[in-house]
């Protein structure tokens, strides 16, 4: 079944150590997002892709960088962690057509001490 | 830029109805879409309206007015399960066209 992947679900992490937060999805998308939600807050956009080598920044300023090397593959890096990092981080990706909503991912719920 | 607003809580009964309302003032529009969210879990698509009118899909119906920059959810015959936010969300036709805002979500609590 297609589907759209994120590994790794829960992550505790100590201060200044790289960590890379991975999402694939096997549908074909050319346009994937990643979003941050603390708890019981609203999604914010932070990095976008319309395509392979197209990356943009979102509304909310991140610290973190993104990579769109291959259509099924949107990696987020954090060269160094820290607490103000903690938050849940969810992947989506979506298809061209207009009526498609999109399909996000399980969620990363990343901690960092 | 985008701007939704839709209440913070609501709290219905089981069995009951219940509309989420949702307005929305943007410099464009190019679709209004509504999610769940169960908490700790991804959002999950529940309706799309781009035109004005009603879309109904089982117990959940959206509403659009685009005129009105006005949206409704409409949940018939709650059920516990369906104690979760509820995330309005707007396209933003610029750039590509398919990039979403979203509200802050209504987190709405089904009661016995």
């Known amino acids: 079944e297609a589907d759209i992947y994120q590994t790794p679900r829960y992550l505790v992490i100590g201060t200044g150590k790289k960590i890379t937060l991975e999402c694939s999805q096997t549908?074909?998308?050319?346009?994937m997002y990643w979003y941050q939600q603390d708890p019981g807050m609203e999604l914010h956009l932070i990095h976008y892709?319309?395509?392979?080598?197209?990356?943009e920044k979102g509304d909310l300023s991140s610290e973190s960088t993104v990579s769109r090397i291959r259509t099924e593959h949107f990696p987020l890096t954090l060269e160094s962690a820290r607490p103000s990092h903690t938050s849940q981080y969810l992947c989506?990706?979506?298809?061209?057509?207009?009526?498609?909503?999109?399909?996000f991912g399980s969620g990363t719920r990343l901690t960092v001490v | 830029g985008q701007n939704i607003d839709q209440p913070t809580e609501m709290t219905a009964t089981e069995g009951a109805i219940v509309q989420i309302n949702c307005t929305y003032q943007t410099s464009g529009f190019n679709g209004l879409f509504w999610y769940q969210q169960h908490a700790g879990e991804a959002p999950t698509f529940l309706s799309y309206?781009?035109?004005?009118g009603l879309e109904e899909k089982g117990r959940f119906s959206s509403f659009l007015s685009r005129s009105k920059g006005y949206s409704y959810l409409l949940l018939k015959e709650l059920q516990m399960k369906d104690s979760a936010s509820y995330l309005c969300a707007v396209r933003d036709p610029t750039g590509g066209g398919n990039k979403l805002t979203f509200g802050t979500g209504t987190q709405l609590k089904v009661e016995l």
């Open positions: 549908m074909g998308h050319d346009k």
């Open positions: 892709s319309y395509g392979v080598n197209s990356t």
């Open positions: 309206n781009v035109l004005d």
């Open positions: 989506a990706s979506s298809a061209d057509s207009h009526n498609y909503g999109y399909t």
